[in-house]
């Protein structure tokens, strides 16, 4: 497994990541959430050993990365943040060369990179220079050269930055096969793609980890949790009037031009209650309906909560120390 304990980076006067500490076992699809500048990928670049921690300690499989740098290594597949990559190399030749620092040689090296082209689907791209290619093929590129050397390990920044909706669904489909037998670890922003892939979460905020849930349980703590979406093709003045009043209702936030309704229940666990009250009011009111069902709760509503919050704490200190 991966064990982090007390990871910590500073430069300067500035702490980037503060005191982190996580273990992750194979199987597990982890998703690193946070807003720009939180320490995600600076968090990820000490798990892979391209930057020296402060301090703290990082295992991959009982290796240490500092003390054993190769041996972990040779564990982790790594697409770092912008998919850097040689840009006069022709694909076919960066996805060889990436082999050969593998150690791969002769027909096991070529079985590898046909392997990682068809799974990518990069078979038109390989004759194009890496410098010609979208924006979305040199993600395919970067993620192909993370997986050639079949990885016990991938830790992914940023994986779908740039791909269109096909190209999405690719990768994640891909990610789910991978994470039967491995550790996948995702850094994303894209809160979608948590609750896509993901089978566990952790939010940082100002270099400090603020939750570690399944996106599930991180959704049971958004106000939204069990709330009534209701969305009306036609609704009158006395809609908002008459939702308002329904028992068991802390509040309704009006949308979509005053015909979409979230009801907020007072007790999540009579939201039940609370849904058959709203079917019998559409009923008697004659209203016509182009949605209605229960929400499991907003990822961005708690992320924004964390956040924020962790954000306000921080500043406070920071007024304190002063």
Not at 274 to 289: D, E, I, K, M, R
Request: a negative charge; glycine letters at 6%.
């Amino acid at each position: 497994m991966i064990k982090i304990e007390n990871l910590r980076k500073t430069y300067g006067d500035f702490t980037a990541v503060k005191n982190i500490s996580f273990s992750v076992q194979p199987g597990e699809v982890l998703g690193f959430l946070g807003p720009n500048g939180a320490g995600k990928s600076t968090t990820m670049k000490m798990i892979t050993g391209f930057i020296r921690p402060t301090a703290g300690f990082v295992s991959i499989f009982n290796y240490d990365i500092e003390k054993a740098p190769v041996a972990a290594k040779s564990l982790i597949g790594y697409l770092p943040e912008g998919a850097p990559a040689y840009g006069d190399m022709l694909v076919s030749q960066f996805l060889r060369f990436i082999a050969e620092a593998r150690g791969f040689t002769g027909e096991e090296k070529q079985r590898r990179v046909d392997h990682v082209v068809e799974r990518l689907a990069l078979e038109t791209m390989v004759n194009r220079p890496i410098d010609n290619l979208s924006k979305g093929f040199k993600r395919r590129v970067g993620i192909a050269q993370a997986i050639i050397h079949d990885p016990q390990v991938l830790i992914l920044d940023e994986p779908t930055d740039g791909l269109d909706p096909n190209q999405k669904h690719q990768v994640r489909e891909l990610i789910r096969g991978l994470s039967k037998e491995k550790i996948v670890i995702i850094s994303t922003h894209i809160l979608e793609e948590v609750a896509a892939v993901c089978t566990r979460a952790m939010i940082i905020a100002e270099g400090t980890l603020v939750a570690d849930a399944t996106p599930a349980e991180l959704e049971s703590r958004s106000r939204y949790h069990r709330a009534i979406r209701l969305a009306l093709t036609h609704a009158d003045d006395s809609a908002l009037s008459n939702l308002s009043a329904l028992k068991g209702v802390r509040t309704v936030e009006v949308s979509d031009e005053n015909t979409g309704f979230t009801l907020i229940p007072v007790n999540t666990d009579h939201s039940s209650e609370l849904f058959s009250a709203v079917t019998q009011l559409v009923a008697s009111q004659g209203w016509s309906v182009k949605a209605l069902y229960v929400e499991s709760g907003r990822l961005d509503d708690v992320f924004r909560q964390l956040t924020l919050l962790e954000s306000a704490r921080d500043t406070e200190a920071m007024e304190v120390v002063q």
